[in-house]
């Protein structure tokens, strides 16, 4: 199977946004709690929150360049389907290692590539079509 080079430079772009945003969610939790005393989950969550909004904005200005579309319905879709591909990424996780005894490290990272790539078709297919 061939895959479109469009296609390709949206994958490699992706995932460079992915990069960016594990820096950036990273960056934010350690800040808050080494900096403002802010506790672990609120930290986490607010890291996440970074990360979820800054890869928004770059999925849908640079990697998938869609520059019209209603914004509200694509923020949507785009939450919608985060909490679809990191539902089925943790449930594939624990099906690897509870069931199947996979090493916790390589099924973290099998897991890891299953979100990215769902996430990716879906968010190419369904939020920022066209």
Do not use: D
């Not at 296609?7 to 990069?19: E, R, S």
């Not at 929150?49 to 990697?63: C, E, P, Q, T, Y």
């Not at 390589?106 to 879906?122: E, P």
């Amino acid at each position: 199977m061939i895959i479109p080079r469009k296609t390709t430079v949206q994958l490699i772009k992706f995932a460079m946004v992915g990069v960016l945003n594990t820096v950036l969610s990273l960056v934010v939790i350690y800040a808050l709690m080494s900096f403002f005393h802010v506790g672990v989950y609120m930290a986490n969550i607010c890291g996440y929150a970074v990360g979820i909004v800054n890869s928004f904005i770059w999925n849908k200005l640079w990697v998938f360049k869609k520059n019209e579309g209603t914004v509200f319905r694509e923020i949507a879709y785009f939450l919608v389907i985060f909490a679809l591909c990191y539902g089925i990424q943790f449930f594939s996780l624990r099906l690897m290692i509870e069931h199947f005894s996979i090493n916790s490290y390589l099924a973290q990272l099998l897991a890891m590539g299953v979100y990215t790539i769902m996430n990716f078709v879906l968010n190419k297919c369904i939020t920022f079509r066209g």
